[in-house]
T-cell receptor
Framework: KNQVEQSPQSLIILEGKNCTLQ??????????LRWYKQDTGRGPVSLTI???SENTKSNRRYTATLDADTKQSSLHITASQLSDSASYIC????????????WGAGTKLIIKP | GAVVSQHPSWVICKSGTSVKIECRSL??????MFWYRQFPKQSLMLMAT?????????EQGVEKDKFLINHASLTLSTLTVTSAHPEDSSFYIC?????????????FGPGTRLTVL
């Protein structure tokens, strides 16, 4: 069964600190993995998209890693800011006829001043 | 580029009325659009896949007669919630897949908050 699991479910850190969010998946055949940021009451915004051959990808203070062998991904946020408070969702695209998206439940990140 | 808009951003209606939500891709063509629903503290749930010029494909458990989808052009899809009831209150989000895109990337709209009284 295609699944995406994220941890932790929620996380509270102080402004300026770093944090790492985890994503494990069992999706086959694999197409790509995406990390989205969703602010409360808004649609998701793409942070990164990673294909099978990409191990690390950075976007400003966000760095995503992908280990296709262990089917794990992480999202590292550096020097957190108050505006980073949001839900971070890991989504895996299956390479099937409709490129189905398998959604994780998300990690709720709260940055405190 | 790759902006998707939704209208309205929020709507409050009485039980039994119908509500139409529009999803537009502003600067690209999208043969395929998707409609999602999100309940509080939950992730997005795919409701249906909307294809320009043909019937939408609905996920299991989603009533096609209740959630009418019309994808009349390459930049517009509409979702009509017919005879809305309080249990239909939710956050509805659309996304559009760029026809010329290389990674099957979906771009999401800002969402529509529906409250049925």
């Amino acid at each position: 069964k295609n699944q995406v699991e994220q941890s932790p479910q929620s996380l509270i850190i102080l402004e300026g600190k770093n944090c790492t969010l985890q994503c494990n998946y069992t999706v086959s055949p694999f197409s790509n993995l995406r990390w989205y940021k969703q602010d409360t009451g808004r649609g998701p915004v793409s942070l990164t998209i990673m294909t099978f051959s990409e191990n690390t990808k950075s976007n400003r203070r966000y760095t995503a890693t992908l280990d296709a062998d262990t089917k794990q991904s992480s999202l590292h946020i550096t020097a957190s800011q108050l505006s980073d408070s949001a839900s971070y969702i890991c989504v895996v695209s299956a390479r099937d006829s409709n490129y189905q998206l398998i959604w994780g439940a998300g990690t709720k990140l709260i940055i405190k001043p | 580029g790759a902006v998707v808009s939704q209208h309205p951003s929020w709507v409050i209606c009485k039980s039994g009325t119908s509500v139409k939500i529009e999803c537009r891709s502003l600067d690209f063509q999208a043969t395929t659009m998707f409609w999602y629903r999100q309940f509080p503290k939950q992730s997005l749930m795919l409701m249906a896949t909307s294809n320009e010029g043909s019937k939408a494909t609905y996920e299991q458990g989603v009533e096609k007669d209740k959630f009418l989808i019309n994808h009349a052009s390459l930049t517009l899809s509409t979702l009509t919630v017919t005879s809305a009831h309080p249990e239909d209150s939710s956050f509805y989000i659309c996304s559009a897949r760029e026809d010329q895109g290389s990674r099957n990337e979906q771009f999401f709209g800002p969402g529509t908050r529906l409250t049925v009284l």
